[in-house]
């Protein structure tokens, strides 16, 4: 995307060797049909994804999650169509699991069968619920400390997890250091093309049942889920339907929010010293405090659909929480973060009362946590960290 490089897409980058991120693009006059009527969503969209083969897929349950007006919450915060995605409908309850699949099945194709991967909590609960399906594969899951206690779910024998002393930016950084050294791929993170191409079937799914947004609401760590789910519109408009993709509405928690602080200050990258250092906030999923690599991306896709950069405070957040009961929502503080973003958004002009606002839903929020993950500190050797992972594997 920066220098116009292209790659075979049986060839695992996450990077180009310019340093910037790769995407996908398709030949719309060679697809036959943009649907596979005889797939359930979302592999329904195949051949819109980066794989050859719908039989290279594996059925994790997720997609074609529910789609509803929000009556309740909409008339509680003054819009008329006010729609919800209910992602916490898929396993792990969250959407995370759509990109397990799709990279899982991208995986397949091209060969990978070993990878590494870092998360705060719902990617781990996605991927490991997907391995657990897949057994060809073995992954390597590094996790920051401070996300421990979202780590309370099944982890299967090919899945080799552990703790490492830092923030989530700085885990990134060692896992990604820990795949080079040790030569196992990494899964890439936003840089990995399955992660956003597999959000577009969010785009799809919302366009088979008739309605066109004006707003689409998501807080973000990254901005993965936004990212993608511009790209199904995009590409939908490309098929030649008659649509447009929605402003985004990006919200951040004020405690960790170096995307919306360097939009505002109309930034083209993210600068070191708009970065959060051990962030603190109920909404930990999305605390990623440098997202240095993905903000170029969302900030051009908030440039070009005229977008809302927003934060909200902790007690902002609490409060949304309390909001989502109206209409019975199972949602985690990602989502009560999004929420208050869009309440605030209604607030200020931003969004009129007739406009048609979808907001994504997901309720991965966990407690409790897995104790007995090894833990390794920053200066830990990749040597050594590849002999205790692989050694809790084969135990197991």
Request: net charge neutral.
């Amino acid at each position: 995307m920066k220098c116009g490089r292209k790659y075979d897409w049986r060839v695992h980058v996450a990077k180009c060797t310019c340093g910037g991120l790769l995407d996908v693009k398709y030949a719309y006059e060679r697809i036959p049909e943009w649907i596979d009527e005889s797939k359930r969503s979302p592999w329904r969209y195949w051949r819109l994804f980066p794989i050859a083969n719908p039989e290279s897929t594996w059925n994790l349950g997720e997609g074609g999650t529910p789609f509803f007006k929000a009556n309740r919450l909409g008339e509680h915060l003054g819009l008329k169509n006010l729609w919800i995605k209910d992602e916490s409908a898929n396993p792990t309850q969250t959407f995370k699991v759509r990109e397990a699949g799709l990279t899982l099945a991208h995986y397949r194709e091209i060969g990978i069968k070993r990878f590494v991967l870092s998360s705060t909590g719902n990617t781990a609960a996605g991927f490991t619920y997907g391995l657990g399906h897949a057994p060809p594969f073995e992954m390597h899951l590094l996790v920051p400390i401070t996300a421990k206690e979202r780590i309370n779910f099944d982890i299967p024998s090919n899945v080799s997890a552990g703790f490492v002393e830092a923030d989530y930016f700085k885990t990134i950084e060692r896992a990604n250091k820990y795949a080079a050294e040790t030569g196992i791929p990494s899964e890439g993170g936003f840089g990995n093309i399955c992660r956003r191409e597999a959000m577009k079937a969010v785009s799809f799914e919302i366009f088979e049942a008739g309605v066109k947004p004006d707003f689409y609401v998501q807080s973000i760590g990254s901005g993965v889920g936004p990212y993608g789910v511009y790209k199904g519109f995009v590409e939908l408009e490309g098929l030649g339907f008659p649509i447009k993709p929605p402003h985004l509405v990006c919200v951040q928690p004020e405690n960790c929010a170096p995307i919306v602080n360097a939009y505002r200050k109309g930034l083209d990258d993210l600068p070191a010293d708009l970065a959060v250092d051990a962030p603190k906030t109920i909404a930990s999923t999305i605390a990623n405090g440098n997202p240095k690599g993905g903000y170029p991306h969302l900030k051009r896709l908030l440039d070009a659909t005229r977008g809302i950069a927003e934060t909200v405070t902790e007690e902002e957040i609490i409060a949304a929480g309390k909001l989502t009961k109206l209409d019975n929502l199972n949602s985690e503080p990602a989502v009560w973060t999004a929420l208050a973003g869009l309440k605030k958004s209604i607030e200020t002009g931003d969004i009129d009362s007739s406009d048609v606002v979808v907001l994504n839903n997901s309720g991965g929020y966990r407690s409790g946590t897995i104790k007995n993950l090894p833990l390794f500190s920053l200066n830990d050797t990749s040597q050594k960290i590849n002999e205790v992972l692989n050694k809790n594997m084969k135990q197991a």
